[in-house]
């Protein structure tokens, strides 16, 4: 009987390590961009794979990723777009993990196929208004677009010189949303990040160049922008947060950016 209880005693004392190690599981917490989505969850996995230490996601667009961060209601923020002055100002810095492209996509059925810079600004703002004008069918062009704050509208509207001028027929708040919509509706035209595409969609040429890897790489293909790791400046990362920061910016981490359909930018 002592030998059964002292048997006993001895499991519930490792169950009460192994469950204390359990809840004392170290993680880190990201939040923002959506587009940032695919290589955030291909950096998490090999990160998680390699230490043991989790990496969550929250897919909130890239200005509630910067003020998440400001907020200190997470550890690492994410941003499709470069860090404005005042976000700056408000003690942030901001890291270039990648470059990824900004695809123009339209429904499969529709047979436009390339588009200049110029020729998408003026569809966006309203000067050309049905396919017809630039060789497709004759329709009315419904423009789909990101909502207010989104770091890949941002990035759309800076390169095309767009911004405070499109005339967006719907303006949705993640890049699924958008290649949904645009792929329910022949008609339509939106923008999304290049790693996120799916056939569901077509991705029209800009200026006779094909968005991928080596056009974004030797910067051919113009419709491109960062994707940035948001931290407080001045201020030290959690230890797990720090080794998945100095992993992801890490020689090693260049194969699962890669892999993720972006240029890792080390």
């Known amino acids: 009987m002592k030998k059964s209880i002292k048997a006993l005693a001895a499991a519930l004392l490792i169950c009460t390590a192994i469950t204390g190690c359990s809840a004392e599981k170290e993680s880190v917490a990201t939040d923002g961009s959506t587009s940032m989505e695919k290589v955030i969850g291909v950096l998490g996995e090999a990160f998680e794979t390699e230490t043991g230490i989790s990496v969550t996601y929250n897919p909130t667009g890239s200005g509630s990723g910067i003020k998440a961060v400001a907020a200190g209601s997470c550890d690492i923020g994410l941003s499709s777009r470069n860090l404005k002055d005042e976000e700056k100002a408000q003690g942030l810095n901001g890291t270039v993990l990648a470059y990824d492209g900004i695809a123009i996509i339209v429904n499969p059925e529709n047979t436009v196929d390339d588009l200049d810079v110029d020729t998408i600004a003026k569809i966006y703002t309203g000067e050309i208004g049905n396919w017809s004008e630039i060789g497709g069918k004759d329709a009315e062009i419904v423009l789909i677009g990101r909502e207010a704050g989104s770091g890949t509208r941002d990035g ?111």
């Open 156 to 266: 759309f509207e800076s390169i095309t010189g767009t911004s405070d001028k499109c005339k967006y027929r719907q303006e949705l708040t993640s890049t699924g949303d958008v290649i949904t919509t645009v792929s329910q509706n022949p008609d339509a035209i939106g923008y999304a990040s290049v790693a996120s595409v799916k056939d569901t969609v077509k991705a029209v040429k800009v200026g006779g160049v094909v968005a991928n890897e080596a056009t974004i790489k030797d910067g051919s293909y113009v419709v491109q922008r960062p994707f940035v790791l948001v931290t407080k400046s001045g201020e030290k990362l959690s230890s797990a947060a720090q080794k998945f920061f100095d992993y992801v910016t890490s020689e090693k981490a260049r194969t699962a950016i890669s892999s993720a359909g972006v240029v890792a930018a080390n």
